[in-house]
C-alpha cells in the first residue's frame, strides 16, 4: 500500500524551529515532485515547497521563502523540510505530498497525501 508518513510537528516559540520528515513507503518519489502542504484554521490549503525529483529544484512559497528549507534525505524515499524563524502565522496542519505536475499554486496535481502533522507556533 502507498503511503506517505510524516513525523516532526510539534509547540515551538516564535523564532524557533522545526525539522518536518516525509517517508514514502509502497513508492518511490522517483517519478513525482515531493513536498508540503499547509492548512491553518479557517483558511485554504497552501503549497508551501516542493522539489523535483528529476532536477532536484526546490520552490517555495512566498511566505515561507527564506526560512524553510526543503531538501532530500539519504533514501531515495524521504524528504525534510526544515523551518527556521517560526511565526505564529505559521500554525498549521502540514500535509506531506507528491504532485504528478510541479504546481505549487494548487493541490489538483497532488496523486498521495500524509496524514497531517501539527505545527503551532506561540507568540
Known amino acids: 500500500e502507498a503511503q506517505l508518513v510524516e513525523s516532526g510537528g510539534g509547540l515551538v516559540q516564535a523564532g524557533g524551529s522545526l525539522r518536518l520528515s516525509c517517508t514514502a513507503s509502497g513508492f518511490t518519489f522517483d517519478d513525482f515532485a515531493v513536498g508540503w502542504f499547509r492548512q491553518a484554521p479557517g483558511k485554504e490549503r497552501e503549497g508551501i515547497s516542493c522539489i523535483s525529483k528529476r532536477d532536484g529544484s526546490t520552490y517555495y512559497a512566498d511566505s515561507v521563502k527564506g526560512r524553510f528549507t526543503l531538501s532530500s534525505g539519504n533514501a531515495k524515499n524521504t524528504v525534510y523540510l526544515q523551518m527556521n524563524s517560526l511565526k505564529p502565522e505559521d500554525t498549521a496542519v502540514y500535509y506531506c505530498?507528491?504532485?504528478?505536475?510541479?504546481?505549487?499554486?494548487?493541490?489538483?496535481?497532488?496523486?498521495?497525501w500524509g496524514q497531517g502533522t501539527q505545527v503551532t507556533v506561540s507568540s
Open positions: 505530498a507528491t504532485w504528478t505536475r510541479l504546481d505549487l499554486s494548487t493541490d489538483y496535481y497532488a496523486n498521495y
